[in-house]
Nanobody, 124 residues
């Protein structure tokens, strides 16, 4: 079992920035692809970004390209999501997830472990 704990969420005005962190409990963190998903009220959980186990490949949903950056530090067992130029439509609960697929994935069911989520609220 892998425990994932998100932090860094909060409230920010449109145009502002936040940096989310996700700390993993496993000693084999470097063998997992990692992803960020988000879910707004009344909507299905959607893919945001993913990163391969080595950190060499990243993927983003079109709506966040150029604004969000996913990264990881395997020595610290941590994955990050830097969010810049935030928009009200980015408001959601953001979830960190781990997959055994080393290249990461945009598919929700391919993730084996999930964090509890952290709220991000962007006001206009």
């Amino acid at each position: 079992q892998v425990q994932l704990v998100e932090s860094g969420g909060g409230s920010v005005q449109a145009g502002g920035s936040l940096r989310l962190s996700c700390a993993a409990s496993t000693r084999t963190f470097g063998s997992y692809g990692m992803g960020w998903f988000r879910q707004a009220p009344g909507k299905e959980r959607e893919f945001v970004a993913a990163i391969s186990a080595s950190g060499g490949r990243t993927y983003y949903t079109d709506s966040v390209k150029g604004r969000f950056t996913i990264s990881r530090d395997n020595a610290k067992n941590t994955v990050y999501l830097q969010m810049n130029s935030l928009k009200p439509e980015d408001t959601a609960v953001y979830y960190c997830a781990a997959t055994r697929k080393v290249y990461g994935s945009s598919i929700r069911y391919e993730y084996n472990y999930w964090g509890q989520g952290t709220q991000v609220t962007v006001s206009s």
